[in-house]
T-cell receptor
Protein backbone atom coordinates (compact mmCIF):
# COMPACT_ATOMS: atom_id res chain seq x y z
CA UNK A 1 0.00 0.00 0.00
CA UNK A 2 1.46 3.36 -1.04
CA UNK A 3 -1.41 5.60 -0.01
CA UNK A 4 -1.10 9.12 1.28
CA UNK A 5 -4.42 10.75 2.17
CA UNK A 6 -5.18 14.45 2.37
CA UNK A 7 -8.16 16.37 3.72
CA UNK A 8 -10.01 18.40 2.75
CA UNK A 9 -10.10 17.89 -1.00
CA UNK A 10 -11.16 21.51 -1.57
CA UNK A 11 -10.94 24.55 0.70
CA UNK A 12 -12.16 28.11 0.18
CA UNK A 13 -11.09 30.67 2.76
CA UNK A 14 -11.03 34.38 3.28
CA UNK A 15 -7.85 36.31 3.97
CA UNK A 16 -8.68 36.62 7.68
CA UNK A 17 -9.54 32.96 8.23
CA UNK A 18 -7.53 30.30 9.99
CA UNK A 19 -7.70 26.80 8.52
CA UNK A 20 -5.63 23.61 8.51
CA UNK A 21 -4.73 21.01 5.92
CA UNK A 22 -4.20 17.43 7.03
CA UNK A 23 -2.06 14.64 5.59
CA UNK A 24 -1.81 11.04 6.76
CA UNK A 25 0.21 7.98 5.78
CA UNK A 26 0.43 4.53 7.34
CA UNK A 27 3.40 3.17 5.40
CA UNK A 28 5.84 3.71 8.24
CA UNK A 29 7.56 6.47 6.29
CA UNK A 30 9.62 8.83 8.43
CA UNK A 31 10.00 11.73 5.98
CA UNK A 32 7.02 13.87 5.03
CA UNK A 33 6.78 16.84 2.70
CA UNK A 34 4.54 19.78 1.87
CA UNK A 35 4.52 21.15 -1.67
CA UNK A 36 2.68 24.00 -3.37
CA UNK A 37 1.73 23.57 -7.01
CA UNK A 38 0.38 26.09 -9.50
CA UNK A 39 -1.46 24.94 -12.61
CA UNK A 40 0.70 23.11 -15.17
CA UNK A 41 3.86 23.75 -13.12
CA UNK A 42 5.97 21.29 -11.15
CA UNK A 43 5.48 21.01 -7.39
CA UNK A 44 7.50 23.48 -5.30
CA UNK A 45 8.87 22.20 -2.03
CA UNK A 46 7.76 24.09 1.09
CA UNK A 47 8.72 21.97 4.12
CA UNK A 48 10.38 18.65 4.94
CA UNK A 49 9.94 16.74 8.17
CA UNK A 50 12.36 13.96 9.02
CA UNK A 51 11.61 11.79 12.05
CA UNK A 52 8.96 14.34 13.09
CA UNK A 53 11.48 17.19 13.13
CA UNK A 54 11.33 20.13 10.73
CA UNK A 55 14.42 19.65 8.56
CA UNK A 56 13.87 21.98 5.63
CA UNK A 57 11.89 25.23 5.39
CA UNK A 58 12.24 26.64 1.88
CA UNK A 59 11.86 30.25 3.09
CA UNK A 60 8.10 29.88 3.31
CA UNK A 61 6.15 32.88 4.70
CA UNK A 62 5.12 32.53 8.33
CA UNK A 63 1.44 32.56 7.39
CA UNK A 64 2.07 28.87 6.61
CA UNK A 65 2.84 26.89 9.77
CA UNK A 66 3.63 23.17 9.52
CA UNK A 67 3.19 20.66 12.31
CA UNK A 68 4.05 16.98 12.59
CA UNK A 69 2.20 15.59 15.66
CA UNK A 70 3.41 12.02 15.07
CA UNK A 71 5.08 9.87 12.44
CA UNK A 72 1.83 9.34 10.50
CA UNK A 73 0.37 12.83 10.50
CA UNK A 74 1.36 16.12 8.95
CA UNK A 75 -0.61 19.34 9.24
CA UNK A 76 -0.31 22.70 7.53
CA UNK A 77 -1.88 25.57 9.44
CA UNK A 78 -2.96 28.54 7.37
CA UNK A 79 -3.55 32.08 8.61
CA UNK A 80 -3.95 35.43 6.89
CA UNK A 81 -3.32 34.03 3.44
CA UNK A 82 -3.23 36.08 0.26
CA UNK A 83 -5.09 35.38 -2.99
CA UNK A 84 -1.77 34.45 -4.63
CA UNK A 85 -1.53 31.54 -2.17
CA UNK A 86 -4.36 29.83 -4.05
CA UNK A 87 -2.90 26.59 -5.39
CA UNK A 88 -2.93 22.81 -5.08
CA UNK A 89 -1.17 21.81 -1.85
CA UNK A 90 0.41 18.39 -1.98
CA UNK A 91 1.70 16.17 0.77
CA UNK A 92 4.23 13.42 0.11
CA UNK A 93 6.03 10.81 2.17
CA UNK A 94 9.25 8.84 1.81
CA UNK A 95 10.73 5.91 3.67
CA UNK A 96 13.81 7.92 4.81
CA UNK A 97 16.41 5.23 4.43
CA UNK A 98 19.51 7.28 5.15
CA UNK A 99 22.44 7.00 2.84
CA UNK A 100 21.20 4.13 0.69
CA UNK A 101 18.07 2.52 -0.61
CA UNK A 102 15.04 3.79 -2.47
CA UNK A 103 14.49 7.51 -2.51
CA UNK A 104 10.92 7.38 -3.70
CA UNK A 105 8.33 9.96 -2.70
CA UNK A 106 4.63 9.11 -2.81
CA UNK A 107 2.17 11.95 -3.18
CA UNK A 108 -1.32 12.44 -1.83
CA UNK A 109 -4.22 13.67 -3.98
CA UNK A 110 -3.80 17.27 -2.82
CA UNK A 111 -5.99 20.00 -1.38
CA UNK A 112 -7.23 22.62 -3.84
CA UNK A 113 -7.05 25.90 -1.89
CA UNK A 114 -8.79 29.07 -3.00
CA UNK A 115 -8.15 32.28 -1.06
CA UNK A 116 -10.73 35.02 -1.61
CA UNK B 1 16.06 26.59 -7.54
CA UNK B 2 17.66 24.08 -9.86
CA UNK B 3 15.39 22.52 -12.48
CA UNK B 4 15.73 19.71 -14.90
CA UNK B 5 15.42 20.28 -18.63
CA UNK B 6 12.42 18.21 -19.66
CA UNK B 7 11.35 17.91 -23.27
CA UNK B 8 9.17 18.18 -25.13
CA UNK B 9 7.00 20.67 -23.25
CA UNK B 10 3.87 19.31 -24.95
CA UNK B 11 2.87 16.59 -27.37
CA UNK B 12 -0.23 16.07 -29.48
CA UNK B 13 -0.44 12.52 -30.77
CA UNK B 14 -2.91 10.07 -32.25
CA UNK B 15 -4.12 7.10 -30.26
CA UNK B 16 -1.86 4.12 -30.91
CA UNK B 17 1.30 6.16 -31.45
CA UNK B 18 4.40 5.77 -29.33
CA UNK B 19 5.62 8.63 -27.12
CA UNK B 20 9.09 9.54 -25.94
CA UNK B 21 10.13 12.24 -23.47
CA UNK B 22 13.37 12.91 -21.65
CA UNK B 23 15.05 14.87 -18.91
CA UNK B 24 18.58 16.15 -18.68
CA UNK B 25 20.47 17.70 -15.82
CA UNK B 26 23.78 19.44 -15.21
CA UNK B 27 24.02 17.55 -11.91
CA UNK B 28 24.30 13.87 -11.08
CA UNK B 29 21.39 12.10 -9.42
CA UNK B 30 21.25 8.65 -7.89
CA UNK B 31 17.48 8.33 -8.31
CA UNK B 32 15.24 9.21 -11.24
CA UNK B 33 11.47 9.16 -10.85
CA UNK B 34 8.70 9.56 -13.40
CA UNK B 35 5.26 10.78 -12.31
CA UNK B 36 1.95 11.30 -14.13
CA UNK B 37 -0.52 13.91 -12.94
CA UNK B 38 -4.16 14.22 -13.91
CA UNK B 39 -5.92 17.59 -13.50
CA UNK B 40 -6.74 18.35 -9.87
CA UNK B 41 -4.99 15.23 -8.60
CA UNK B 42 -1.61 14.52 -7.07
CA UNK B 43 1.30 13.08 -9.06
CA UNK B 44 1.24 9.31 -9.32
CA UNK B 45 4.53 7.43 -9.44
CA UNK B 46 4.97 5.54 -12.70
CA UNK B 47 8.54 4.27 -12.59
CA UNK B 48 11.45 4.63 -10.16
CA UNK B 49 15.06 4.14 -11.28
CA UNK B 50 17.91 3.64 -8.82
CA UNK B 51 20.97 2.52 -10.83
CA UNK B 52 22.82 4.09 -13.74
CA UNK B 53 21.99 2.23 -16.94
CA UNK B 54 18.88 0.66 -15.44
CA UNK B 55 16.04 0.00 -17.89
CA UNK B 56 12.66 -0.62 -16.26
CA UNK B 57 9.23 -1.36 -17.70
CA UNK B 58 5.76 -0.96 -16.24
CA UNK B 59 3.20 -2.23 -18.73
CA UNK B 60 3.38 0.01 -21.80
CA UNK B 61 5.87 2.32 -20.07
CA UNK B 62 9.63 1.98 -20.27
CA UNK B 63 12.15 4.26 -18.59
CA UNK B 64 15.93 4.35 -18.45
CA UNK B 65 18.44 5.86 -16.04
CA UNK B 66 21.23 7.34 -18.16
CA UNK B 67 24.76 6.00 -17.82
CA UNK B 68 26.10 9.47 -16.96
CA UNK B 69 23.44 9.76 -14.20
CA UNK B 70 22.48 13.12 -15.69
CA UNK B 71 19.56 12.05 -17.81
CA UNK B 72 16.55 9.77 -18.12
CA UNK B 73 13.90 9.01 -20.70
CA UNK B 74 10.35 7.67 -20.59
CA UNK B 75 8.67 5.88 -23.47
CA UNK B 76 4.98 5.07 -23.76
CA UNK B 77 4.02 2.54 -26.39
CA UNK B 78 0.66 2.30 -28.18
CA UNK B 79 -0.84 5.37 -26.46
CA UNK B 80 -4.47 5.35 -25.33
CA UNK B 81 -6.77 8.25 -24.38
CA UNK B 82 -6.22 7.72 -20.64
CA UNK B 83 -2.52 8.48 -21.11
CA UNK B 84 -3.52 12.14 -21.28
CA UNK B 85 -1.97 14.20 -18.50
CA UNK B 86 1.21 15.92 -17.40
CA UNK B 87 4.33 13.81 -17.00
CA UNK B 88 7.05 14.99 -14.62
CA UNK B 89 10.55 13.66 -14.22
CA UNK B 90 12.32 14.14 -10.90
CA UNK B 91 15.88 13.54 -9.80
CA UNK B 92 16.96 12.90 -6.24
CA UNK B 93 19.92 11.98 -4.06
CA UNK B 94 19.42 9.92 -0.91
CA UNK B 95 21.27 10.54 2.30
CA UNK B 96 23.17 13.41 3.84
CA UNK B 97 21.26 16.62 4.37
CA UNK B 98 19.22 16.32 1.18
CA UNK B 99 16.32 14.67 3.05
CA UNK B 100 15.25 13.16 -0.24
CA UNK B 101 14.70 16.54 -1.83
CA UNK B 102 13.62 16.15 -5.46
CA UNK B 103 14.39 18.37 -8.43
CA UNK B 104 11.53 18.38 -10.94
CA UNK B 105 11.37 18.89 -14.67
CA UNK B 106 8.89 21.42 -16.06
CA UNK B 107 6.59 18.66 -17.24
CA UNK B 108 5.41 17.28 -20.58
CA UNK B 109 1.73 17.85 -21.38
CA UNK B 110 0.45 14.88 -23.36
CA UNK B 111 -2.72 15.06 -25.44
CA UNK B 112 -3.97 11.92 -27.19
CA UNK B 113 -6.50 12.25 -30.00
CA UNK B 114 -8.80 9.21 -30.42
Amino acid sequence: DTEVTQTPKHLVMGMTNKKSLKCEQHMGHRAMYWYKQKAKKPPELMFVYSYEKLSINESVPSRFSPECPNSSLLNLHLHALQPEDSALYLCASRRQSGTSGPDTQYFGPGTRLTVL
Amino acid sequence: GQQLNQSPQSMFIQEGEDVSMNCTSSSIFNTWLWYKQDPGEGPVLLIALYKAGELTSNGRLTAQFGITRKDSFLNISASIPSDVGIYFCAGGNAGGTSYGKLTFGQGTILTVHP
